[in-house]
C-alpha cells in the first residue's frame, strides 16, 4: 500500500461525489429520495470513458466537469437501477431505428 494513499483517494472520492450530489440539488431526481446513503451519480446519457483507465485525480476532473456541462443527475439506488433496466431495453429498439 502506497503509504495510505488508496485510502486518501477514496476519500477525496467520497467527498467530492457528495458534493456533486449537494450541488446537483441532493435528492432523487425521480422518487425525491433525499438520503444521502442512497444517492448516486448517474450519467444522463451513458458514460463515455472507462472509468478503470483514468486515474484518480481524472475521475474527479471528468465528474465535475460533467456535473458542470449538465450530463449527471441523482438517482436513487432504486431508481438508478431502474433506468439501467429501462436503458438495456431500448438499445435494441434504438439499433433498428
Same mark, same amino acid.
Given at each position: 500500500?502506497?503509504?495510505? +494513499?488508496?485510502?486518501?483517494?477514496?476519500?477525496?472520492?467520497?467527498?467530492?461525489?457528495? +458534493?456533486?450530489?449537494? $450541488?446537483?440539488?441532493?435528492?432523487?431526481? &425521480?422518487?425525491?429520495?433525499?438520503?444521502?446513503?442512497?444517492?448516486?451519480? /448517474?450519467?444522463?446519457?451513458? &458514460?463515455?470513458?472507462?472509468?478503470?483507465?483514468?486515474?484518480? /485525480?481524472?475521475?474527479?476532473?471528468?465528474? &465535475?466537469?460533467?456535473?458542470?456541462?449538465? *450530463?449527471?443527475?441523482?438517482?436513487?439506488?432504486?431508481?438508478? *437501477?431502474? *433506468?439501467? *433496466?429501462?436503458? &438495456?431495453?431500448?438499445?435494441?429498439? $434504438?439499433?433498428?431505428?
Amino acid at each position: 500500500m502506497n503509504n495510505g +494513499q488508496p485510502h486518501r483517494n477514496v476519500r477525496l472520492a467520497v467527498r467530492l461525489r457528495a +458534493q456533486i450530489v449537494q $450541488e446537483l440539488g441532493g435528492v432523487c431526481v &425521480r422518487c425525491g429520495q433525499d438520503d444521502p446513503e442512497e444517492l448516486q451519480l /448517474d450519467h444522463i446519457r451513458g &458514460r463515455d470513458w472507462v472509468l478503470n483507465r483514468v486515474s484518480s /485525480d481524472q475521475r474527479a476532473r471528468r465528474l &465535475r466537469q460533467e456535473a458542470t456541462e449538465g *450530463k449527471l443527475q441523482v438517482l436513487c439506488a432504486a431508481c438508478n *437501477k431502474a *433506468k439501467q *433496466k429501462e436503458d &438495456r431495453e431500448r438499445l435494441p429498439e $434504438e439499433a433498428e431505428a
